[in-house]
C-alpha cells in the first residue's frame, strides 16, 4: 500500500514536470533568443544556451527601440501600457464597488431595471460595440490619450456583479450595528464595507489587471503617434518588417519585458489572490 | 437614565401585513423589561422599532420623555446587542467599542477612559488587540455588550443575545447580563424565546402572540396568574397542562367552584401530587403511565387520561389530547403502565374561559 502509494506519488509528480516543461520551454527559449546574436538566430543556429548579448539587447529594447520598424523604445511602451492597466483595474474596481453599494444598499426607483441594464451589458463586448465607442472617443478628442485608452474599457458588468454578490453575503446586522454607531451611508462604505471588500478588490485587481496589460484591438485603433502605442501592439509592429531583417533578438525582449508586469501582478498579490477567491468566512 | 413607553404602537408592512397589532408597554427608568413570545410573534420587529431600525406606521415610541418615531437610531440614545454579534470583523476589539464613540467626535483620550472600563467590567483587557474572529462565542459576546456599554447609552437593546451560546455559557452570561445591568441601572429592553430566560431576567415580562401582547407584568405574578391559556401554557417549562371542562368526571369535581362558564382547566406538573386523597375543592384525575423521565432533581411523569378528550386549542407546546404532565420529586419514579392518581389542591386550578382568553378566578 505504502508502495503504491509513493509509486502514484511519482506518477503524478511526473506528469507535473511534463506539464511545466510544456509551459516554460517557450517562455525560456524566448529568453534564449533574446540574449543572442541576430544572424545566428537567423541562420537557424541558435543554441538553447543564454548567449553573451543580454546587457546589450535589453538596453538597445528598452531605451532605444528597433533600428527599422518602430522607432519607439519599448521602456516608453511599457510605460503606456502600465498606465492603461492600472487605470482599467483601478477604474473598473472603483466604478463597479460603488455602483454595487447603491445596487444592494439603496431603494431607489427602477433599481432592478438599471441592475438587469448592467447585466446586459455584459453580452456587449469591446468587439460589438466598437464603432460606436470610437466614435465617441474620437468626439471628445480622446484619440492618442490614456483616457482614451482607458475610460471606454472602465465599466464592468462582470466586477459589479462579483461586488453585488459579496455584499449580499455581508450580513444586515453589521449595516444595523453602523446605523447605531452613528455611521452614515458614506461612512459605513467606508470604514466597513471597503476593508471587508479587501480581499475580493485583490482578486479582481489582478484579473483585470492582466485584462488590461493585454488589450490589443483597442489601443491598435485608437493610437496613432508611436510614443502612445503599447507594448502589445509594439511586439506585433516590430515583427512585420518589408525590406529588412526582423530584429529576433530584441522582439524577443520586448516579448520577455511584456511578461514581466503580470508575472509581478501576481506573485505580490498572490496570497490576497487566493484568499478573495476562495474566502468565506466574515 | 430614562422611561420608555410604547402607545399603541403598530407595524403594518406595504404588503398589507400587520406585524404589530397596537402595542403599550411602560418599562420604568432602570427596569428591566424581557419580550417573550414564540418565533413570528413580532417582538424582535417591536424591539428593532424601538431601535430605529423599522419605521413605526402607528403609535408613538417614547424615550426619556420624547418621541423618537421620526429619529435616526444613532440619535435616540440606544444601544443594541445583535444575535450574532455583528462586530465589525476587520477591527479589533478596542475599535469596535471605540467606533460609535469616535463617529460622536469623542476625544481619543475619553475613548480610551470609557473602552479600557468597559474592558475592565467585562474581562476583556487582555484581549483588546485582537480580531473578533480570533474569540471564542462568549467572549464575542462579552465585545458586543461591551460596545453597548462604551456608549452609556439611555436604554439597551438586546435580540436574543445569547441564543448562539452553548447551554453552560448561556447560563453563566445571563447571570452577567442581570448583575451587569443592576450595575449600570440602565433601562433595558431584551428580547428573547427562551421563557426561562424571560423569567430569570425580567422586572416586567411582557408575553407576545400574533403581533399583540398577551400580559405584561412581573414574572412571578405572570406565572402564578396567566391570563390566558396562551401564556399558561408558554410560561413555565413542562408547560402547563390544559384540559377542557366538558367531561363528567372533571365538571362534577369543578362543581362547587363558581366555575360554571369555564371551559378549560389548567393545572401546572408541578402542582400535581400523586395520591389516593382529593383535597377539598381540588381536581383529582386517574391516569397510565406511559413514560417516565428521571432528570435527577425531579421526576417527569407522562400519564394518558382513561377518556380520550377534545383537544383544547392552545399554543404552542401543547400536548396531545389526553396527555397530562405530572412533576414529582426525584426519589420516585412510578413503574411505566402503573394505574396512579394525581391531584392538585383548589388554589392551583387554573380557569379560562372555552375560547382561553380570559381568565376566571376560582
Known sequence: MVEEEGFRRYIAHIILWIGIAIVAFPVYLAFVASTQDNAVIANGQMSLLPGGHFLETYYQTIFVGTSGSTREPVGNMMLNSLVMALLIAVGKIAISIISAYAIVYFRFPFRMALFWLIFITLMLPVEVRIYPTYKIVADLHMLDSYAGLSLPLIASATATLLFRQFFMTVPDELLEASRIDGAGPFRFFWDTLLPLSRTNMAALF?????????????????????????????????????????????????????????????????????RGLVETEK | MA??????????????????????????????????????????????????????????????????????????????????????????????????????????????????????????????????????????????????????????????????????????MRVEIRKLQRRLNTTSIYVTHDQLEAMTLADILVVM????????????????????????????????????????????????????????????????????????????????????????????????????????????????????????????????GAKIRVAAVRQKLHLFSSDGRTRIEV
Open chain 2, 3 to 172: 422611561n420608555v413607553t410604547l402607545r399603541n404602537v403598530r407595524k403594518t408592512y406595504p404588503g398589507g401585513f400587520e406585524a404589530i397589532k397596537g402595542v403599550d408597554v411602560d418599562v420604568g427608568d432602570g427596569q428591566f423589561c424581557v419580550l417573550v413570545g414564540p418565533s413570528g410573534c413580532g417582538k424582535s420587529t417591536l424591539l428593532r422599532m424601538v431601535a430605529g431600525l423599522e419605521t413605526v406606521t402607528g403609535g408613538e415610541i417614547d424615550i426619556g420623555g420624547r418621541i423618537v418615531n421620526g429619529i435616526e437610531p444613532a440619535d435616540r440614545d440606544i444601544a443594541m446587542v445583535f444575535q450574532n454579534y455583528a462586530l465589525y470583523p476587520h477591527m479589533s476589539v478596542y475599535n469596535n467599542m471605540a467606533y460609535g464613540l469616535r463617529n460622536r467626535g469623542m476625544a481619543e483620550a475619553d475613548i480610551k477612559t470609557r473602552v479600557d472600563e468597559a474592558a475592565r467590567i467585562l474581562e476583556l483587557t487582555s484581549m483588546l488587540e485582537r480580531k473578533p474572529r480570533q474569540l471564542s462565542g462568549g467572549q464575542r459576546q462579552r465585545v458586543a455588550m461591551g460596545r453597548a456599554i462604551v456608549r452609556q447609552p439611555k436604554v439597551f437593546l438586546f435580540d436574543e443575545p445569547l441564543s448562539n451560546l452553548d447551554a453552560k455559557l448561556r447560563i453563566a
Open chain 2, 209 to 336: 402572540n400574533g403581533g399583540q401582547v398577551e400580559q405584561v407584568g412581573n414574572p412571578l405574578a405572570i406565572y402564578e396568574k396567566p391570563a390566558t391559556t396562551f401564556v399558561a401554557s408558554f410560561i413555565g417549562a413542562p408547560p402547563m397542562n390544559l384540559m377542557s371542562t366538558r367531561p363528567e368526571e372533571i365538571r362534577s369535581q369543578l362543581a362547587g367552584n363558581a366555575a360554571a362558564d369555564a371551559g378549560i382547566l389548567g393545572i401546572r406538573p408541578e402542582d400535581f401530587v400523586i395520591t389516593d386523597q382529593t383535597p377539598d375543592g381540588g381536581v383529582a384525575l386517574p391516569l397510565t403511565v406511559e413514560a417516565i423521565e428521571r432528570v435527577g432533581a425531579e421526576t417527569f411523569v407522562y400519564g394518558s387520561r382513561e377518556q380520550e378528550e377534545q383537544r383544547v386549542a392552545a399554543t404552542p407546546g401543547e400536548l396531545p389530547p389526553g396527555e397530562i404532565i405530572v412533576r414529582i420529586p426525584g426519589t420516585e419514579a412510578p413503574a411505566i
Open chain 1, 206 to 274: 489582478v484579473i483585470l489587471f492582466i485584462l488590461g496589460w493585454n488589450q490589443y484591438l483597442w489601443p491598435l485603433l485608437i493610437t496613432t503617434r508611436d510614443d502612445m502605442q503599447t507594448i502589445q501592439i509594439g511586439i506585433r509592429k516590430m515583427i512585420t518588417t518589408t525590406d529588412a531583417l526582423t530584429e529576433w533578438p530584441i522582439v524577443m525582449a520586448t516579448a520577455v519585458l511584456a511578461m514581466l508586469p503580470p508575472v509581478f501582478v501576481v506573485v505580490v498579490m498572490q496570497k490576497l489572490f487566493v
